[in-house]
């Protein structure tokens, strides 16, 4: 078994394609990139590695160089399907705009049982959901309780709106949450939160109800 290091956008990728428990990020990517089971794996950590220092630099062999050819190839196949993942934004009939997430990739209910309680579940949910929409993300600042604030770029901003907020960071986005509300409200405020950032509000109900 060879290892290899992955950024934080494609390993949730990755995680959101689960279909089974079980199931290795290995054996994700082989279906994700239509290859069977007995497919030799490749060598990846050979196929880019650099000399050792200790000893002298030995020539690409023909082998070598087939397999960096395949690490090129499926490198490239994984970045295509990531690059599905999330079109172009597109324009309805007012000219508002309408985001075509596939927000169905924030949800891997394996790694959602590992949550700790609702709380766990909301700050993960929206974790995911910050990673996948960026800058759009700031609209939910635009989200708001009647005299207090559930979204801040501080936690000082929740905890002046509501001492009792207690207030928690989405991930390291710099987006805080308040997360002293009911696990009905925690759904209610998600629910917002995907509408506002172009979910159809019959799916957003269907996600909320995870936490």
């Not at 490198?75 to 000219?95: D, F, R, W």
């Not at 700031?138 to 005299?147: A, E, S």
């Not at 207090?148 to 770029?153: D, T």
């Not at 936690?155 to 308040?178: D, M, R, Y």
Request: charged content about 25%.
């Amino acid at each position: 078994m060879k290892y290899i290091e992955i950024d934080e956008e494609l390993y949730r990728f990755i995680a959101s394609k689960t279909e089974r428990i079980g199931e290795s990020a290995s054996d994700i990517l082989r279906r994700l990139l239509h290859l069977s089971v007995e497919t030799v794996v490749v060598d990846l950590p050979e196929a880019i590695s650099e000399p050792s220092l200790e000893t002298e630099p030995v020539a690409v062999s023909e082998s070598q160089s087939q397999r960096s050819q395949l690490f090129n190839q499926a490198k490239a196949a994984v970045e295509k399907v990531i690059a599905a993942q999330v079109e172009p934004e597109l324009e309805n009939e007012q000219g508002a705009i309408v985001s075509s997430i596939e927000f169905k990739s924030i949800v891997n209910e394996h790694l959602l049982s590992q949550q700790k309680g609702a709380v766990g579940r909301f700050m993960w949910l929206l974790g995911n959901l910050q990673a996948a929409t960026g800058s759009d993300f700031t609209k939910v600042l635009d989200i708001q309780g009647k005299g207090r604030l559930y979204f801040a770029r501080s936690k000082q901003a929740l905890l002046e709106s509501s001492p009792s907020s207690n207030p928690k960071e989405i991930g390291a986005s710099g987006f805080w949450v308040t997360t002293n509300n009911n696990t009905a409200k925690k759904q209610a405020i998600f629910i917002e939160v995907l509408e506002h950032l172009g979910c159809d509000s019959e799916y957003a109900r269907t996600i909320a109800e995870y936490i």
